[in-house]
């Protein structure tokens, strides 16, 4: 008899089988974030705190969607994150890398 959770994996498994790629991997993250919540939680919160996701924005989330796959949330949040995270380097970096060697510190 599978639990909850894995009915929910499972079922997002199927509905994701047309697209191979990145949802195999947002598969594999969920199932490695399930594995940490079950065995080793303190390395899941120092992974969070690694990747800079906020804790009250986890806190937020659960609360807003309780009968959610807590593994599959933190999930979004982290691929959510890391988005932004790309997102801000690439508004922030220098569009011109051809410096002059007199102008380089």
């Not at 499972?10 to 399930?34: K, M, R, T, Y």
């Not at 594995?35 to 806190?59: A, G, H, M, Q």
Request: no cysteine; aromatic share 6%; hydrophobic share 40%.
């Amino acid at each position: 008899m599978q639990t909850g959770s894995e009915a929910e994996i499972n079922s997002l498994s199927a509905s994701l089988a047309a697209q191979p790629g990145q949802d195999e991997l947002f598969l594999l993250l969920v199932g490695h974030i399930q594995t940490l919540i079950n065995e080793d939680f303190s390395s899941l919160v120092y992974l969070l705190y690694r990747i800079d996701v906020r804790e009250s924005l986890i806190k937020e989330t659960l609360a807003q969607h309780p009968n959610e796959n807590t593994a599959l949330l933190i999930a979004r949040l982290i691929i959510e994150r890391q988005i932004e995270k790309l997102e801000f380097r690439k508004k922030f970096s220098s569009p011109h890398r051809d410096i002059p060697p007199e102008d380089k510190w």
